[in-house]
């Protein structure tokens, strides 16, 4: 199976810091068909997770454009350009490439 | 909006079964691949199955835990999900969530494997 490695696993951030968090995979996320499905999911606390990246760098509706993702292959980053009070919680990544599905360990996202 | 609301879980004994639900609405359901994830108290997401779409053969997919014992399944016509658990561990408590494609997210259902 996929092993994504996620880094760090806690980062401590004030208010309208910049912050990025790294996933790393076992092996290449480059499906057959040209799409790289590694996506980014952030669960609040005693919420459900919810999808802000899809397909690497793509935004999803409704997500600020403080989110970003980057990366191709093995290494992919997630941005955070200002952080906000309402951005705390644990970011996932998540590929969908290879199945059976894996998520990354998690990073949790404290105030300093 | 999409909503999902999962139904049917409790507490269980080891090697029992335990049938979960999950309805959908707000979206094309027979569009989507449907997933099941889940949370151990204090731990992070696990995904454990996914079924894709008709033109897709139904297809499902398994995490290796839970391969062999639990079947994920799917009714269009209803816009429901399911997730059929068998000869439960108490490895499989947990909290699980039904999401259509990561994008919509159910609240959860707790299922708790204890003697």
């Known amino acids: 199976d996929v092993v994504l490695t996620q880094t760090p696993p806690t980062l401590s951030a004030t208010i309208g810091q910049s912050v990025s968090i790294s996933c790393r995979s076992s092996?290449?996320?480059?499906?057959?068909?040209?799409?790289?499905?590694l996506h980014w999911l952030l669960q609040r606390p005693g919420q459900s997770p919810q999808l802000l990246i899809y397909l690497v760098s793509r935004l999803e509706s409704g997500v600020p454009n403080r989110f970003s993702g980057s990366g191709s292959g093995t290494d992919f980053t997630l941005k955070i350009s200002g952080v906000e009070a309402e951005d705390l919680g644990v970011y996932y990544c998540?590929?969908?490439?290879?199945?059976?599905?894996?998520f990354g360990a998690g990073t949790k996202l404290e105030l300093k | 909006a999409v909503q999902l609301v999962e139904s049917g879980g409790g507490l269980v004994q080891p090697k029992e079964s335990l049938k979960i639900s999950c309805a959908a609405s707000g979206f094309t359901f027979s569009n989507a691949a449907m997933y099941w994830v889940r949370q151990a108290p204090g731990k992070g997401l696990e995904w454990v199955a996914r079924?894709?779409?008709?033109?897709?053969?139904?297809?499902?997919y398994y995490a290796d835990s839970v391969k062999g014992r639990f079947t994920i399944s799917r009714d269009d016509s209803k816009s429901m999900v399911y997730l059929q658990m068998d000869n439960l561990k108490t490895e499989d408590t947990a909290m699980y969530y039904c999401?259509?494609?990561?994008?919509?997210w159910g609240q959860g259902v707790m299922v708790t494997v204890s003697s």
């Open positions: 999401t259509a494609q990561l994008r919509g």
């Open positions: 998540v590929q969908g490439t290879h199945a059976p599905d894996t």
């Open positions: 092996q290449s996320l480059l499906h057959s068909n040209g799409n790289t499905y």
């Open positions: 079924i894709r779409t008709k033109p897709n053969n139904y297809a499902t």
